[in-house]
């Protein structure tokens, strides 16, 4: 009894830390304008291209048509420079007259009529970083009410134009700012990335408990060595940052650039594979009107995502860094499940890299193994088994594992079976069923 009680007792307390909205008990999931958009208001010139009403619906029209939505892929997000320069009379934001011409609340039922939701960007300061109206300690209130009436479903506060005692005080008072409008609104807080020092001085419980996302470190670029920057700084700082995630509080390593023009397609899988692993939020920013089949596929694999999407909710760890540039990276899932990512920093050629799953401090049993990228069972391996993987040149090699009594002789048919039934059980039974073409 006294043993139950206290894991009650723990789960109570654990749970209380979380921000209480009810919100994204799983990374979210969607489409954010920056870095494919960034600040382009040129609508006269680029019509289709430019920050502008057209631009939210078409990528709505895609996430909604294309089979995004299903995969969970919900929120379509408006950044920077949505606004007006100036404020209505009384004193309320309003969106750019020319350019947002049916305004936001409108805009917010379209997409809600397609069954998505729509995110908003403001500025915990005087201006936003690219110049337009802020949020300062005294319109708090009278932007979230604002943001709520227009039936907006989640916000992204920066902290461009600020200081560290606005940020203080004005994260945590936008978020009670949030609750008191009544409705719904995921907030991701940019204040880490303001928080200068090595390691970051962040008090991780107190973001928890106020912010469902937040933005550890500098923005994304469109390029493999901005991944490799974030990737470096979110494992070196693993220790601290890990323990912060959970269900509805997450770090946000920034956005998905699959389907833009810095990656090739191993490198794309490799920013798959690691924001899952990572317990990222997955938003894309990329055009989804002329997305490439091969970056869609890697967008849009079903495992990679129920991996992102576990409901534990635990942020994987690199395990191991080698002296040949190898990282493995680990994490647990629900119902005894895990997922590794073997990924190669070389530039060679593909590396042929040997471990077994006990050196990766599986404990002792048979495990089947499923390669989410060939989107193939693998031989079924005891923990003292030696394997080798063959890891492209800046790629991943990404695997979904479960303990099993199925034995290595035993036909393809009945692995392929016992397979299928995790996943069903692993909570997405249309991922299942999906996955008996293979
Ligand atoms: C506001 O906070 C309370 C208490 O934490 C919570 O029960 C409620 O669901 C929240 N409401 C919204 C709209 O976030
Ligand atoms: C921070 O900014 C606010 C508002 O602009 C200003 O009133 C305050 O003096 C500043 N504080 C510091 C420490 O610079
Ligand atoms: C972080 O904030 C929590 C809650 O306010 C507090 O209990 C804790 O001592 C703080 N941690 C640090 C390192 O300041
Ligand atoms: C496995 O566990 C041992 C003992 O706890 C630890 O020393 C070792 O670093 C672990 N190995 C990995 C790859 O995590």
């Known amino acids: 009894m006294y043993q139950v009680a206290t894991v009650l007792l723990l789960a109570f307390s654990a749970a209380t830390r979380a921000l ?48 995004w939505r299903e995969l969970g892929y919900v929120y379509v997000n408006i950044d920077d420079c949505w606004s007006s320069k100036k404020r209505d009379e009384q004193g309320r934001l309003q969106p750019d007259p020319k350019r947002f011409p049916g305004g936001i609340a409108k805009l917010a039922r379209y997409i809600h009529g397609r069954g998505l939701k729509l995110g908003i960007y403001g500025d915990m300061g005087t201006y936003t970083c690219a110049g337009y109206p802020g949020t300062t300690l005294d319109t708090i209130e009278m932007d979230a009410r604002t943001f709520a009436e227009w039936g907006v479903d989640m916000l992204k506060l920066d902290g461009c134009y600020s200081n560290s005692s606005v940020q203080e005080q004005g994260y945590p008072l936008m978020s009670k700012a949030l609750n008191a409008t009544g409705r719904p609104i995921g907030y991701s807080c940019s204040w880490p990335c303001y928080q200068g020092g090595l390691p970051p001085k962040v008090n991780y419980t107190v973001l928890g408990e106020i912010c469902n996302l937040w933005r550890n470190y500098e923005d994304i670029q469109d390029s493999w060595d901005s991944i490799l920057t974030i990737v470096d700084w979110f494992t070196d700082h693993q220790d601290i940052i890990q323990p912060a995630a959970g269900p509805g509080h997450w770090n946000d390593p920034d956005m998905l650039i699959i389907g833009d023009y810095g990656l090739s397609m191993d490198q794309s899988r490799s920013q798959m594979a690691l924001w899952a692993i990572m317990a990222a939020p997955l938003f894309m920013s990329n055009d989804l009107r002329t997305v490439s089949s091969g970056a869609r596929t890697i967008l849009q694999n079903k495992v990679a995502i129920a991996i992102n999407q576990d409901p534990l909710g635990i942020q994987g760890r690199r395990l191991i860094k080698e002296k040949s540039e190898i990282d493995v990276f680990w994490r647990p899932l629900s119902d005894d499940a895990s997922a590794l990512v073997f990924f190669s920093r070389r530039t060679d050629m593909p590396f042929r890299y040997q471990t077994s799953l006990k050196t990766l401090n599986y404990t002792a049993g048979t495990y089947m193994v499923y390669d989410v990228f060939l989107q193939k069972i693998q031989p079924t391996l005891k923990d003292t088994t030696n394997f080798v993987v063959s890891i492209n040149p800046t790629g991943v090699v990404m695997w979904y594992l479960f303990p099993t009594t199925v034995r290595q002789e035993e036909a393809e048919p009945v692995r392929f079976t016992k397979m299928l039934k995790r996943i069903k059980l692993y909570g997405r039974e249309d991922y299942a069923d999906s996955l008996t073409g293979l």
Do not use: H, Y
């Not at 909205?21 to 208001?41: H, Q, S, V, Y």
């Open 20 to 67: 209480d909205n009810g919100l994204m008990k799983t990374p979210p999931m969607g489409w954010l304008a920056w870095e494919r958009f960034r600040c382009d208001i040129d609508c006269d010139n680029d019509p289709q291209n430019c920050i502008s009403e057209v631009l939210f619906r078409d990528m709505a029209d895609r996430l909604a048509e294309d089979g």
